[in-house]
């Protein structure tokens, strides 16, 4: 029989770990959100409230749905709260010491059944899993971004973890109404070995001065299909966490030079345009958080923008 989940804990609430607690909270699951400081704790309890405020507002969640899912958040400051909680997800920074940091912690507070995952987008699970004295129930449980939204969940098994561990945590994806893909402990397991560099060698075009950022986004959400383009993803992303998640790609995957950050980045988080969490990336944004990209001194007005601006003016006056 799978084993229960009744309540979660949840540590680091960024760009990741506000959306999966939102994920537990929307699925009846009790959750302890933990952050490392207040500021970052009402940052995190903001980014929980906007989203789900935007559910009720598109109707896709009612007013009593909204609080219910609140209701089962406890947002706190350090990780002692955590000693009864049957699985914690890790979504602190991509950096392997502050991991490991916080996995020798979460292995001293938690009740020795519980499991211990991790959100790393690229670091070894093995080498976090070993700093704990329960390497076979530590796993990796990958969320795409946004958390809430993005269907698939990647589960990472370390050579050492339970087979157990791994069936319970895929029973729990399903019970989140995601679908997992259980793949072994390589650098960017299965999406992120493959996007990533295609989002860095998009930053080199931009880079190299061949194309402007709304061209390079506009061919590939245009012409390839996809989503949105490369630099609106990488800012979505977080600069430093790319940064980071290419690093590790290039040193752990035999220097393939795919990977090899493109110099921008590291000037860009150097600088602080981290993205949409800084309110500046390649793009700029309303503020801190937003969504809404707002004109600066790079803006180009695109010409597929244009004609659908002018084609609704034209259709306005026509009525
Ligand atoms: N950004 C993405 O699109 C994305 C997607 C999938 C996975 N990930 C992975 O998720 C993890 C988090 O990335 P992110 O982009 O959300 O980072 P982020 O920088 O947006 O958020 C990290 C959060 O961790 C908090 N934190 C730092 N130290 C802490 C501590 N000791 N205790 C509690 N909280 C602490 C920070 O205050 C911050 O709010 C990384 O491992 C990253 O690779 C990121």
Not at 44 to 60: E, F, N, P
Not at 151 to 173: G, M, Q, S
Not at 219 to 242: E, F, Q, Y
Request: glycine share 10%; with cysteine; proline share 4%.
């Amino acid at each position: 029989m799978a084993r229960d989940f009744n309540s979660v804990g949840v540590v680091g609430l960024g760009t990741m770990g506000a959306g999966i607690v939102e994920v537990f909270a929307r699925n009846g699951i009790d959750v302890v959100a933990v952050e490392v400081d207040e500021a970052a704790l009402e940052r995190g309890r903001a980014t929980l409230t906007g989203s789900v405020g935007r559910a009720v507002a598109r109707g896709k969640l009612t007013e009593q749905e909204r609080d219910a899912l609140l209701g089962r958040v406890r947002f706190t400051v350090g990780l002692q709260s955590l000693g009864d909680v049957d699985l914690v997800v890790e979504a602190v920074p991509e950096q392997m010491p502050i991991k490991r940091r916080i996995f020798e912690e979460l292995d001293r507070v938690c009740k020795p059944s519980a499991i211990l995952a991790t959100n790393t987008s690229s670091l070894s699970v093995t080498d976090i899993a070993v700093t704990t004295r329960r390497p076979n129930q530590v796993v990796g449980m990958h969320f795409f971004n946004p958390a809430p939204v993005m269907k698939l969940v990647e589960v990472i098994r370390t050579v050492v973890t339970d087979a157990e561990v791994v069936a319970d945590v895929e029973a729990l994806c399903a019970r989140l109404g995601k679908v997992d893909v259980t793949i072994a402990d390589r650098a960017g397991f299965i999406a992120n070995a493959l996007l990533f560099g295609y989002l860095n060698q998009a930053v080199r075009m931009y880079e190299a001065r061949y194309v402007s950022r709304e061209d390079l986004d506009a061919a590939m959400k245009l012409g390839a299909g996809l989503p949105m383009g490369p630099l609106t993803l990488l800012d979505l992303i977080g600069l430093d966490t790319s940064f980071q998640v290419l690093d590790t790609m290039y040193r752990r995957g035999g220097r393939d030079r795919r990977h090899a950050p493109a110099p921008l980045i590291e000037q860009m988080v150097a600088a602080g345009l981290l993205g949409r969490k800084s309110g500046r990336g390649f793009y700029t944004y309303d503020g801190p958080g937003s969504p809404v990209v707002v004109p600066d001194a790079l803006t180009t007005v695109h010409l597929y923008e244009v004609q659908r601006t002018s084609w609704r003016g034209v259709l306005a006056s026509a009525k």
